[in-house]
């Protein structure tokens, strides 16, 4: 069957979400990557300091201790069903950001399964990229200044801090270490928190690994009167947290690696 219904337009999909944002018309952005796929597939996933396990298969390089993460299918597979009903789940605004079949990345390979899973593509289906590489410039020069006119909630590491964040951040709520398995009880929390206050047109940051798509779906389900955004590692710099990613590094250091060129596709 051919799943390959709309093409992903990587430039008028950033803007169409930025339009929303100042607009102040409610939205939910969410992604998945290679490692949502392999957790989405219930293959083991472990990403340590010197190696990366992916199923039966390790691999000899590692991440920083702010990305550790574990998966295991017979003790977290919460984890996974969470996780593809977050990626499964279909409403008005609720844009699902996954991986492009023709960009020439590590990720590619989880294309055509993921289209499988979502099913028949439409107007919703967009890249995981749309804030990051080839859109990271106007991601930082367009879509960060629209904050200043929000109220701002933000869901981020332990360790983040905000002196340097150039927008309000009226409230936070904190991740540790594997959050993707051990801080679920945010949901609580964040809703407790939107009904105590009666939150209305906020604007929800989320900053926590796989786990961002699980709380966004559960939110944005339960109330869609706020926009939920997966804002990934983009904010790392002004957060205080590293700058890891190649994208990150280009723009930050000025030098032209070819990744804040890449367009998705």
Not at 4 to 15: P, W
Not at 227 to 254: C, F, H, M, Q, V
Request: charged share 25%.
């Amino acid at each position: 069957m051919c799943y390959n219904l709309k093409q992903m337009d990587y430039k008028s999909d950033f803007f169409k979400l930025l339009n929303k944002l100042k607009d102040k018309e409610n939205f939910a952005y969410v992604r998945y990557s290679d490692g949502e796929a392999i957790v989405m597939q219930n293959k083991k996933l472990v990403l340590a300091q010197d190696h990366v396990e992916i199923g039966d298969a390790t691999l000899g390089f590692g991440y920083s201790d702010q990305d550790h993460k574990e998966f295991i299918p017979e003790k977290h597979g919460f984890v996974r069903d969470k996780l593809l009903a977050s990626y499964k789940y279909k409403a008005a605004n609720y844009f699902v950001g996954s991986i492009c079949e023709s960009c020439d990345c590590a990720s590619k390979e989880y294309a055509l399964w993921m289209q499988e899973q979502y099913g028949a593509l439409d107007q919703n289906y967009t890249s995981t990229n749309l804030l990051v590489n080839g859109n990271y410039a106007d991601f930082i020069t367009h879509f960060v200044p629209q904050l200043k006119n929000r109220k701002n909630v933000m869901i981020c590491n332990e360790n983040a801090t905000f002196d340097k964040v150039p927008f309000e951040v009226t409230k936070d709520f904190r991740v540790g270490k594997n959050c993707i398995v051990s801080d679920h009880h945010l949901f609580d929390e964040i809703r407790n928190y939107i009904n105590d206050n009666q939150i209305k047109d906020h604007v929800f940051l989320f900053s926590a690994s796989s786990l961002s798509e699980i709380l966004i779906h559960q939110l944005y389900e339960y109330n869609n009167q706020n926009t939920y955004i997966d804002i990934g590692t983009t904010l790392n710099p002004y957060l205080g947290l590293e700058i890891a990613r190649e994208y990150l590094k280009a723009y930050w250091s000025g030098y032209p690696h070819p990744n804040l060129y890449k367009e998705c596709k």
